[in-house]
């Protein structure tokens, strides 16, 4: 099934063009790397999918065949949720983080969110000893993999991912690519701005 397309998506600012007639299908399943320098327009790309950049000057964007302009864009952005280069972390607690995304857009019974919190921990591999830590005093890549168990915890159809690991320490890279690896593997639909190119090429 065609998750994502793309069709003559040209974006700019003040007469100056970022995006030329960008096409791309993106059957659901896949996973989709989107490389090249800085300044080239990735992440204005991956931002025009969810709606977060609003430099658009023709073509579209259809998620699952409709215009991304049509949806709700609370609707949009929780199915097709996006993990920014750095992640913001609430006050509160690891747990207070994640859960507030389960409350987020659904009307949950509690034992489904604590099934679900559950679940999102272990994709995120986020282990127990950090649950009642203030999220702000995690490390960057514990950090990262909250907000990518946020994200999960969305329950979206699509990941979008902009260089989540280019703000990391190089030692707590690999710890996040592994949680994107395994989603990747798990079939979830992931397009991922990224300089890790043997990452890219691997997945
Ligand atoms: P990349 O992710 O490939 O590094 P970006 O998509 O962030 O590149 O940016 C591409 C170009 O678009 C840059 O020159 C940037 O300055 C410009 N740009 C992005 N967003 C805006 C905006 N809101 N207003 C003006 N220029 C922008």
Redesign the pocket.
């Known amino acids: 099934m065609l998750e994502l397309q793309i069709k003559d998506l040209c ?1 700019g ?2 007469g ?1 063009e ?1 995006l030329h007639n960008i096409s791309l299908d993106i059957e659901n399943g896949s996973f989709i790397a989107i490389v ?12 025009q999918i969810n709606r977060l ?3 658009k000057t023709g073509g579209s964007i259809l998620w699952r065949g409709k215009d991304v302009d049509d949806y709700d864009v609370h609707e949009l952005r929780r199915n097709l949720a996006y993990v920014f280069q750095k992640a913001v972390m609430f006050n509160g607690t690891t747990e207070e983080n994640i859960k507030l995304s389960l409350k987020y857009g659904h009307e949950f019974k509690p034992d489904e969110i604590e099934a679900l919190y559950q679940t999102v921990l272990e994709e995120a591999s986020i282990s127990q000893d950090i649950l009642d830590t203030p999220a702000q005093d995690l490390s960057g890549g514990q950090q990262q993999r909250v907000a990518i168990a946020r994200a999960l915890a969305m329950q979206p159809e699509v990941l979008l991912f ?2 989540p690991t280019s703000a990391l320490d190089p030692q707590m890279v690999g710890e996040v690519l592994d949680v994107m690896r395994r989603l990747a593997e798990e079939g979830l639909t992931m397009i991922v ?1 990224t300089h890790e190119m043997a990452f890219a090429r691997d997945v």
């Open positions: 974006v600012y003040n100056k970022i090249g320098p800085s300044g080239a327009g990735k992440s204005t790309l991956l931002k950049d609003p430099g902009d260089e701005v």
